[in-house]
């Protein structure tokens, strides 16, 4: 079987430690082929620095020039669309960083186009790959929590502002914390759950602490350019009567200092805390609390790199979150944000 050849769209952090890292594991199935970067700087020193043949400062440049088979995506989400688009036209399997875009008719132009293709089209939710998730799956889908009506979704700074990149640009980001931590829990909830129909969504945003300090745990930022929220609270109700409760802040003031990425699910038989490990239920009529020592390991990136490979291989059964999921998740974050705007219930 001949190499897949790749090319990377966007040659910063995330591109060298998530992308690259990962797909040079992979030697005799991959070829990293060109890389792209806007800042022909960048992308030239990136493929000094991993061997990489080709580099280019546009995409278009890029797929003039050569065949490719798989291309990631590791742009801000605003260009996310258009290069996703770009790639999928020249008959590539795509891998998107998270979200999908900014807007949920984009994830759906994306979905649709994939779909036409006949290519592979995934995003890079890689908190679903961790084991803690894998042994949550396996408990809900043996009937041990019963059936699932109500949740906690926690995706939590204290004073976790990103002082790099375009984390607090809302025109090329799309929002603030729902979008870059928020969605990451949605996309495990929603995966744990078996994804159920959305009915509806309520949200509330706050810009509180942004716009007024300059510091934190990751950097300083300009609270003068800062746009995005700092803090969302959210509802959403399901069709099947279920209602999941989400909290996603990049500054709050609450008592841990480290981040928090949680979900809870509560059912008929029991309930989980992911980050907990744990399972509350009842053994022959006494309350029982069931504990696994499973951790979420520091491999889930690369178990979703090798998921998408897999997919590209012909993988039916690979867990990577496909277009179809991507565009449920977006049009949920954009719902959300459409809420917490208007003030108004968001019926999907």
């Known amino acids: 079987m001949s190499k897949l050849k790749v090319g990377i769209i966007g040659a910063g952090q995330i591109a060298e430690t998530v992308h690259i890292a990962n797909y040079q594991k992979y030697p005799e199935e991959l070829e990293i082929t060109a890389i792209v970067d806007t800042v022909p700087e960048k992308a030239r020193a ?13 995409a278009k440049e890029m797929f003039e020039t050569l065949k490719l088979d798989i291309v990631s995506i590791c742009t801000p989400n605003k260009f996310h669309y258009e290069n996703v688009v770009l790639a999928l036209e020249n008959n590539c399997n795509v891998f998107c960083e998270k979200p999908p875009g900014i807007k949920a008719d984009e994830a759906l132009g994306m979905l649709n186009l994939s779909k ?12 679903r790959h961790s084991q803690d998730v894998e042994y949550m799956k396996k408990a809900i889908e043996s009937g041990q929590l019963g059936d699932i009506y109500y949740g906690r979704i926690k995706a939590l700074r204290r004073r976790g502002i990103p002082g790099w990149g375009v984390f607090t640009n809302k025109e090329l980001q799309g929002g603030g914390p729902l979008i870059d931590l928020g969605v990451h829990m949605l996309d495990v909830a929603l995966y744990l759950a078996g994804f159920p129909k959305i009915k509806s969504v309520s949200a509330f945003s706050y810009t509180k602490i942004g716009n007024k300090k300059n510091k934190g745990t990751l950097g300083e930022w300009n609270p003068e350019k800062f746009q995005v929220e700092d803090f969302l609270t959210g509802y959403i109700k399901f069709e099947n009567g279920g209602v999941l409760n989400l909290e996603t802040s990049f500054a709050l003031n609450i008592k841990e200092k480290t981040t928090i990425m949680n979900v809870e699910l509560f059912g008929t038989e029991g309930g989980m805390n992911l980050s907990e490990m744990e399972i509350y239920t009842e053994v022959n009529g006494e309350l029982a609390d069931i504990k696994k020592a499973v951790t979420a390991d520091e491999n889930k990136q690369e178990k979703s790199v090798r998921d998408f490979i897999n997919a590209c291989q012909g993988d039916k059964n690979s867990l990577i979150t496909n277009a179809e999921e991507g565009y449920e998740i977006q049009k949920l974050v954009e719902a959300l944000y459409t809420s917490a705007e208007t003030g108004q219930v968001i019926e999907l």
């Open 116 to 127: 036409e293709k006949g290519r592979v089209l995934a995003y890079n939710f890689h908190h």
């Open 46 to 58: 990136a493929a000094e620095k991993y061997n990489i043949p080709h580099y280019f400062s546009t």
